[in-house]
């Protein structure tokens, strides 16, 4: 009995690691450190640097866990929007989910660009987000399929996160004027 109370007090120690390394890296990035090391998380988690990579045999693994993670935070926030109502109610709708989930995502995103470059896990995530993005918009706003090709992408443009984020950051857009910005600029294309 004695051993199997010590491999149940090991697993347990070891699961305690690994999410204090998980919630570690996602308090750093999400505090700004956008490109954390092993060595920053480990002290953050109160674990050594040999913890980290027996849990996660690299950084990107780790990245897959906190993709994970974040995910579940934001996907609630990018349910389909309505599909109903006019469409200032519904172009309204989209830009304000878009802005909620923008600004919870922003460091993550931030982080993610980064580290794209040499991250094949990353890259297929951007891709796969993107995507969804596309999909959500069009289910929100069906008028975009009776656009010309150039219409339809300039409308995916300006309703992205590479967009929002040059408002906000390069522009200095406070959220407000950054989602009256992306409010105008959409109607105005679905509209021409």
Same mark, same amino acid.
């Given at each position: 009995?004695? +051993?199997? *109370?010590?491999?149940?007090?090991?697993?347990?120690?070891? %699961?305690?690691?690994?999410?204090?390394?998980?919630?570690?890296?996602? @308090?750093?990035? *999400?505090?700004?450190?956008?490109?954390?090391? !092993?060595?920053?998380?480990?002290?953050?988690? !109160?674990? !050594?640097?040999?913890?980290? $990579? %027996?849990?996660?045999?690299?950084?990107?693994?780790?990245?897959? @866990?906190?993709?994970?993670?974040?995910?579940?935070?934001?996907?609630?926030?990018? #349910?389909?929007?309505?599909?109903?109502?006019?469409?200032?109610?519904? +172009?309204?709708?989209?830009?304000?989910?878009?802005?909620?989930? $923008?600004?919870?995502?922003?460091? $993550?995103?931030?982080?993610?660009?980064?580290? %794209?470059?040499?991250?094949?896990?990353?890259?297929?995530?951007?891709?796969?987000?993107?995507? #969804?993005? %596309?999909?959500?918009?069009?289910?929100?706003?069906? #008028?975009?399929?009776?656009?010309?090709?150039?219409?339809?992408? *300039?409308? @995916?443009? +300006?309703?992205?996160?590479? *967009?929002?984020?040059?408002?906000?950051? @390069?522009?200095?857009? !406070?959220?407000?004027?950054?989602? #009256?910005? +992306?409010?105008?600029?959409?109607?105005?294309?679905?509209?021409?």
């Amino acid at each position: 009995m004695p +051993v199997r *109370a010590e491999t149940d007090g090991r697993v347990e120690r070891s %699961r305690r690691n690994r999410q204090a390394i998980v919630e570690a890296l996602l @308090e750093l990035i *999400a505090e700004g450190e956008l490109l954390p090391t !092993g060595e920053q998380v480990a002290s953050r988690a !109160g674990v !050594g640097l040999r913890t980290v $990579f %027996r849990h996660f045999e690299d950084m990107d693994s780790l990245h897959a @866990e906190i993709h994970t993670r974040v995910r579940r935070l934001v996907r609630p926030l990018l #349910e389909d929007p309505a599909a109903e109502g006019g469409l200032e109610e519904r +172009v309204r709708a989209l830009v304000q989910q878009r802005a909620n989930a $923008f600004e919870r995502m922003t460091p $993550f995103m931030r982080s993610g660009e980064i580290q %794209r470059w040499r991250s094949s896990f990353l890259q297929q995530t951007h891709a796969e987000t993107v995507r #969804e993005l %596309r999909a959500n918009l069009r289910h929100a706003l069906t #008028e975009i399929e009776s656009l010309p090709a150039p219409m339809q992408q *300039a409308v @995916e443009l +300006v309703t992205s996160y590479e *967009a929002w984020s040059r408002l906000r950051s @390069e522009q200095g857009l !406070g959220r407000e004027r950054a989602a #009256e910005t +992306v409010r105008v600029a959409l109607l105005a294309l679905l509209r021409s």
